[in-house]
């Protein structure tokens, strides 16, 4: 049974540039989730994604993007990166119905220069 | 504001024996509670969740919950060096989207 995988692992952009961060969830899960983790700080909800649409949104700007596919995986997007997006994001996966446990992929760790 | 609080430590115990976790939640309609492990440069790894007040037990760890105090704890028996970590209390904040704490770092001396 595949867990949540995230790619890239590592990547390395410069301020003012776009990235995209891709999940795929545990099978038989429909929800994925987003988190921000800060080095010393505990992972902070940026949003999440359940039928291919936004459902619930932490406080983080616009610039935060993200789309949810029929296949359930999902993307991250940060335009005009700054210096403080530099963290390990992390990528949960859920089901929407019973339990509602999440469970995290690798994460990718994002360094802006 | 929902507000997810831990010691940040470390706390630090010898082999074998009982770590104790403590954790405390702003929002009182919090149903949910989760305790995950995090070794350093990896992701959290779900090893408890708890629903409703008491006790729940599963292998050396025991997650403890008393809503009314809005205190959540975590307990690790027989405390193994591969134990040291950092532990996370996440919250449910509706919609399965959890807000954590910062953390405990938990060291275990042989």
């Known amino acids: 049974d595949a867990g949540v995988t995230q790619s890239p692992t590592h990547l390395i952009k410069t301020r003012g540039q776009q990235v995209t961060l891709r999940c795929s969830p545990k099978s038989g899960h429909d929800t994925v989730s987003w988190y921000q983790q800060a080095l010393g700080q505990g992972p902070q909800f940026i949003f999440q994604y359940y039928e291919e649409e936004e459902r619930q949104r932490g406080n983080f700007p616009d610039r935060f993007s993200g789309h949810q596919f029929p296949n359930y995986s999902s993307e991250l997007n940060v335009n005009a990166l700054l210096l403080g997006d530099s963290a390990l994001y992390l990528c949960?996966?859920?089901?929407?119905?019973?339990?509602?446990?999440?469970?995290f992929g690798p994460g990718t760790r994002l360094t802006v220069l | 504001q929902k507000e997810v609080e831990q010691n940040s430590g470390p706390l630090s115990v010898p082999e074998g024996a009982i770590a104790s976790l403590n954790c405390t939640y702003s929002?009182?309609?919090?149903?949910?509670f989760f305790w995950y492990r995090q070794y350093s440069g990896k992701s959290p790894e779900l090893i408890m969740s708890i629903y409703s007040n008491g006790d729940k037990e599963d292998g050396r760890f025991t997650a403890q919950l008393n809503k009314a105090s809005q205190y959540v704890s975590l307990l690790i028996r027989d405390s193994q060096p591969s134990d040291s970590a950092t532990y996370l209390c996440?919250?449910?904040?509706?919609?399965?989207?959890?807000?954590f704490g910062k953390g405990t770092m938990l060291l275990v001396s042989p």
């Open positions: 929002d009182r309609g919090s149903q949910s």
């Open positions: 949960a996966s859920s089901r929407t119905e019973g339990v509602n446990e999440q469970f």
């Open positions: 996440a919250v449910n904040g509706g919609y399965s989207t959890l807000t």
